[in-house]
């Protein structure tokens, strides 16, 4: 039945855990490898691919980011690498980690490094102190076993409150 | 299952452990190794980084080389499970007999991405456990001598190689080359020990050296497809007048006995793009674009920086015969220029 998606003009749908479904160009979704090895196995016999863990939001911006990469000719690097900095710009947290996810699970390496990338942006040159607030990351250390986890990478802490 | 401590909103703590990796490699180590204080659920996640890059960025200042020393023995001995890429490259680390405790330590690693800079002093030979490292990939050295064992039978995966001001035995250093079948691009800078090289490496794209070179012969390279040569003299005395020396360039063509055989070798055939620096216009020179041109099918491109200004008449005629040679590549672009670039 892969056929179905050669005859339907190289089209594939997708369909978000909300259900959306989102009409896609065969050439836009091989930007993923998880699509890429779904198409090139012919297990993809239904004609609506159902992505389960992505919700229509993160969907059409991971789509949105296939299709830049898709469509642009590689001579375009310095315009690929401009998009990819405006994209992430101004994400809450909430919707970078869902991308992050996303671009996991669909392995979309591209999107997957940036995002990752832009996470580590927000760790880098800050206290852990803040980084716990930033990401609410609960403190389930003793005090003494905070001081010994310290006191075992001191190198690392050094300049750090 | 108790549930009630986790904070719904942490996603952080609980992604996929390659994703977390793919964070941890993004942070300079020492931000990577802070992460252990967030909770415990962080404490070991940075031990099995796939990477650790112990650059500028990891040195605080006022650290002096023993401080320094502790640290990376701290690392490695945190450090867990394989390693894809590890770099020191800090700039004022001179040899020391404990490169060889942490080259023994990490030839367990499988490490594919080795780079490795030192300076000042002497060069350090590089101990026997690094000829073990057979996963790799991409080798960059700094200021070491190579001397490996008989038994030493290649880097069967190696694909990138360079060798800045790096020593092997005569007798080894072909070998050294032509046992890594997968070569695709050599740089040697500054390796004067590297005279007389004669290069077998079949799968050879880029061959670039900037350096003291007696001769170098291409005797197996039907890949390559970019050259770039920067021929230094770091010895010519001032005093001596111009016109009575000949360049290094001018005794690097002369010391190529093959320069007629290279036109014949296939690996010219395949050349695309040519920079040559430092052209003075001599005859062997001239002689050598000549039969660049004029063998190359698919040159596309090849840029001359001349030494000096060309505005005199020598200058002129020097470009005007240039541009006169014929192409066996239609789409071949000739640009003479003097503005040498630096570096």
């Avoid at chain 2, 005007?320 to 570096?343: H, M, Q, W, Y």
Wanted: glycine residues 4%; contains cysteine; charged residues 25%.
């Amino acid at each position: 039945m892969a056929s179905s998606i050669e005859n339907n003009n190289e089209k594939l749908t997708l369909k978000s855990s909300d259900g959306e479904e989102f009409l896609v160009e065969k050439h836009v979704a091989l930007q993923s490898t998880l699509l890429q090895n779904m198409l090139d196995s012919d297990c993809s016999s239904a004609d609506v691919i159902p992505l389960p863990k992505i919700d229509a939001r993160t969907l059409a911006l991971v789509l949105g980011y296939c299709k830049k990469h898709a469509d642009a000719s590689s001579s375009k690097q310095g315009e690929l690498n401009s998009f990819d900095s405006e994209f992430l710009k101004d994400m809450d947290m909430g919707a970078l980690f869902n991308l992050v996810l996303a671009a996991n699970f669909m392995e979309i390496k591209g999107l997957l490094d940036i995002a990752a990338q832009k996470i580590a942006d927000t760790i880098k040159d800050k206290p852990h102190q803040e980084v716990r607030e930033i990401f609410h990351v609960e403190n389930d250390y003793t005090p003494e076993e905070e001081a010994a986890v310290r006191e075992e990478n001191r190198w690392a802490f050094e300049g750090f409150p | 299952m108790k549930r009630k401590k986790r904070s719904t909103s942490d996603i952080i703590s609980y992604l996929p452990s390659n994703v977390t990796e793919n964070i941890l490699k993004d942070l300079p180590l020492r931000d990577a190794v802070r992460t252990s204080v967030l909770s415990r659920k962080w404490r070991y996640k940075w031990v099995t980084l796939p990477e650790l890059v112990i650059n500028d960025k990891f040195f605080l200042e006022g650290w002096d080389d023993e401080k320094v020393k502790a640290v990376i023995y701290q690392v490695l001995l945190f450090h867990r499970g394989p390693l894809i890429k590890f770099t020191l490259r800090y700039p004022p680390f001179e040899s020391c007999l404990d490169i060889n405790n942490w080259i023994f330590v990490l030839s367990t690693k499988n490490i594919q991405d080795f780079t490795f800079y030192l300076q000042g002093g002497l060069c350090h030979e590089i101990p026997c456990h690094f000829y073990s490292f057979m996963k790799l990939r991409d080798l960059n050295v700094a200021k070491c001598v190579f001397k490996p064992p008989p038994t030493f039978k290649g880097f069967s995966r190696l694909v990138n190689l360079i060798f800045v001001d790096v020593t092997i035995s005569s007798e080894m250093r072909g070998l050294f080359i032509s046992s890594c079948p997968l070569l695709e691009r050599l740089q040697l800078t500054d390796c004067a020990a590297f005279d007389s090289l004669e290069i077998n490496a079949p799968n050879l794209k880029y061959f670039g050296f900037f350096g003291i070179f007696e001769s170098v012969s291409l005797e197996n390279t039907p890949c390559l497809a970019e050259i770039s040569v920067t021929l230094v003299s770091w010895y010519t005395p001032l005093e001596q007048p111009e016109e009575e020396t000949d360049s290094e360039w001018v005794k690097f063509f002369r010391s190529l006995p093959a320069i007629e055989d290279m036109h014949l070798d296939r690996s010219f055939l395949e050349l695309q793009e040519v920079e040559i620096r430092h052209f003075s216009g001599a005859d062997p020179e001239m002689l050598f674009v000549k039969i660049l041109l004029a063998y190359s099918v698919v040159l596309k491109k090849m840029v001359i920086w001349h030494e000096h200004e060309m505005s005199d008449k020598k200058g002129f005629a020097m470009v005007k015969e240039l541009t006169r040679f014929p192409r066996a590549s239609s789409d071949a672009e000739l640009i003479v220029d003097a503005n040498v670039p630096t570096g």
